[in-house]
């Protein structure tokens, strides 16, 4: 396992669309636990390829309970809405206010190639929303409310 370079706001890499993953093998593996160190190692709560330069649709998420790994990550439902303060690890030192959905239902695979489904409230529904949206070349700061 390694930590990987987290890229910044001014690589083009974070604004592009990732590709779906077509098959769980030992590279999509090794990623995966790279992303989880590097996630720790960086004092964050969620991680998307597309940070570390890979343009798959792969995410972790930890809000403190627990390691959630998704490949091929879709918001199936989301309800309520809720505002806070987001940052990024590819944009240190900013902050925004951002309007979420107070709780969403996600749908992936995970690390066996098998599907499961999320359900997050609150943090939790934040972290998969922001980590989804950098799949879609989307930064928080696009979603900033004035």
Same mark, same amino acid.
């Given at each position: 396992? *390694?930590?990987?370079? #987290?890229?910044?706001?001014?690589?083009?890499?974070?604004?592009?669309?990732?590709?779906?993953?077509?098959?769980?093998?030992?590279?999509?593996?090794?990623?995966?636990?790279?992303?989880?160190?590097?996630?720790?190692? *960086?004092?964050?709560?969620?991680?998307?390829?597309? !940070?570390?330069?890979?343009?798959?649709?792969?995410?972790?998420? /930890?809000?403190?309970? @627990?390691? =959630?790994?998704? #490949?091929?990550?879709?918001?199936?439902?989301?309800?309520?809405? !809720?505002?806070? *303060?987001?940052?990024?690890?590819?944009?240190?030192?900013?902050?925004?206010?951002?309007?979420?959905?107070? @709780?969403?239902?996600?749908?992936?695979?995970?690390?066996?190639?098998?599907? #499961?489904?999320?359900?997050?409230?609150?943090?939790?529904?934040? *972290?998969?929303?922001?980590?989804? /949206?950098?799949?879609?070349? =989307?930064?928080?700061?696009?979603?900033?409310?004035?």
């Amino acid at each position: 396992m *390694a930590i990987r370079n #987290i890229l910044k706001d001014s690589d083009p890499t974070l604004r592009k669309k990732s590709r779906i993953v077509e098959k769980i093998d030992d590279r999509i593996l090794v990623l995966l636990d790279d992303m989880i160190d590097t996630m720790y190692e *960086a004092d964050g709560v969620g991680l998307a390829a597309p !940070q570390v330069g890979v343009l798959k649709r792969i995410i972790v998420v /930890d809000v403190g309970e @627990g390691i =959630i790994e998704l #490949i091929n990550p879709e918001i199936i439902d989301s309800w309520g809405e !809720q505002v806070g *303060a987001e940052g990024c690890l590819s944009l240190p030192g900013i902050t925004g206010d951002v309007s979420r959905p107070a @709780g969403v239902r996600v749908k992936g695979l995970n690390r066996k190639g098998e599907t #499961i489904e999320i359900e997050g409230k609150d943090l939790l529904a934040v *972290a998969l929303c922001h980590e989804i /949206d950098h799949l879609e070349g =989307i930064l928080f700061t696009d979603r900033v409310i004035d």
